[in-house]
Structures are given as structure tokens and as C-alpha cells.
């Protein structure tokens, strides 16, 4: 299933009380992370007090949802050392945080004993699973929808035990 952004952000902004998202790849190649991206590598940083730089309209929609009251929560499990695109991730997370994304990091080796679906998901309200399918070199390739119920029950055990166990992004150093 193809999806747009604009899709995707009606989906986020139907959510009533809550949008978890897991992350469990080292590297994703999205196209239009590639020019922040390559700035990143040549030691362009992110400004924390200059706000208009790096605010972007993913950065509207989170404060839109979360400002009606939807608790928004994104989980990465990583390994350990950080895979250069997790290095990067972590230096704008701030910028989430800022728009009221709750943020956690857990390393690979503390998720071992845990049970993970196969791929990265967003799950809305506890009931609406949006599963996101990369290739091996992190390229989306297309996007899995479902409201089965025990889907959504295992992704929410599984996002709630990662949580659990993950460290807060203020707390976690690349």
C-alpha cells in the first residue's frame, strides 16, 4: 500500500489518545533526509536557540496532536556503537522533543529477551497498527495497515516492554 505524507498525517492527527512509533533499524535511506543528511557529515549541527532553522511541518503536526492531548511516544531500539545515521538521528531528536514526541533509546543487546515484530510499525489508539516495510539498505518499500486485534495487541506489549526498558533521550549518549 502506497502512501502519502498527507495521508499519514490525517491518520496521526485521527488518533484520540495515543500514536507509538518503533523504530528498530540501524540505517534507513529516506530520500528526503539526504541533503540534511550530507550537511550532517560535514559538521553542520542543528541550532537548539535558533528554532526557525530546523522547525519543519512534521514538527506542526506532532504539536498540533499533542496539543489536543494525544500522547505521542517514539521507541528506537539501536546497536551499540551507533550506526552513523543513529548518530545523526540523535542530534536533531531534540528538535521532536521540543514538539512534544516523548523519546526513548534502547540498546539491541537490553531487547534480546523481548518479543519484536518483524518491522517497524506506528500504532494508533491501541487498535490501528500501520506497519512500514524497508529493504536491506533501509529504503521504504511500501506500508502494511491492519486493525486485527491481536496484532495490535502484540505491537503494544512489545512497544510497552521496550519502553520500559529504553532510556530517555536526555539520558542517552551517541
Not at 512509533?21 to 530520500?31: F, I, K, S
Amino acid at each position: 500500500m502506497a502512501q502519502s505524507l498527507g495521508d499519514f498525517t490525517d491518520l496521526i492527527r485521527s488518533a484520540e489518545r495515543s500514536a507509538v512509533h518503533l523504530e528498530m533499524r540501524d540505517v534507513y535511506a529516506v530520500p528526503n533526509e539526504d541533503e540534511r543528511f550530507a550537511a550532517w557529515r560535514r559538521g553542520h549541527r542543528l541550532d537548539p536557540d535558533d528554532r526557525a532553522s530546523w522547525w519543519r511541518p512534521w514538527l506542526d503536526v506532532v504539536q498540533e496532536v499533542t496539543a489536543k492531548g494525544v500522547r505521542l511516544r517514539r521507541a528506537r531500539i539501536v546497536s551499540e556503537p551507533p550506526s552513523e545515521y543513529i548518530r545523526y538521528e540523535h542530534s536533531f531528536t531534540f528538535t521532536n522533543i521540543a514538539a512534544g514526541e516523548e523519546i526513548r533509546w534502547l540498546p539491541r543487546r537490553l531487547a534480546s529477551g523481548l518479543a519484536l515484530p518483524g518491522n517497524d510499525f506506528w500504532l494508533f489508539d491501541g487498535r490501528l497498527v500501520q506497519f512500514n516495510v524497508f529493504d536491506g539498505e533501509g529504503r521504504w518499500v511500501h506500508t502494511d495497515r491492519t486493525d486485527d486485534r491481536s496484532t495490535a495487541a502484540l505491537c503494544s506489549d512489545a512497544f510497552e516492554a521496550v519502553w520500559a526498558r529504553a532510556v530517555p533521550h536526555t539520558e542517552y549518549t551517541v
